[in-house]
């Protein structure tokens, strides 16, 4: 079954650093078969929480999924987003 990633994100400081976090992103989200499903700053919010940003990526499984989340190369991506930006990230399995 399908799994993908959410991310919801409520704060950016610097988008540059963001910039650097998502080419990261993206080359570790490949590596493990996902793709880069969408992603924008122009979002709705109809309940809950404002949101500055979403990200949307589908992987083959679960298990793809979280080895990528865990991986060295999307631990690194992820120092762009220290003390620089609050979010989200749920991994859920879908049809």
Not at 13 to 29: G, P, S
Not at 63 to 71: F, I, L, P, T, V
């Amino acid at each position: 079954m399908k799994a993908y990633w959410i991310a919801n994100y409520t704060e950016i400081k610097d988008n540059e650093r963001l910039k650097k976090y998502a080419i990261k992103a993206k080359e570790a989200v490949e590596k493990y078969s996902g793709k880069i499903l969408a992603r924008s700053a122009n979002n709705i919010t109809l309940d809950g929480r404002e949101m500055v940003r979403v990200a949307l990526a589908e992987f083959p499984d679960i298990e793809a999924a979280k080895n990528c989340y865990n991986s060295v190369e999307y631990v690194e991506a992820r120092k762009h987003l220290e003390d620089n930006a609050v979010r989200e990230h749920i991994i859920f399995e879908g049809v």
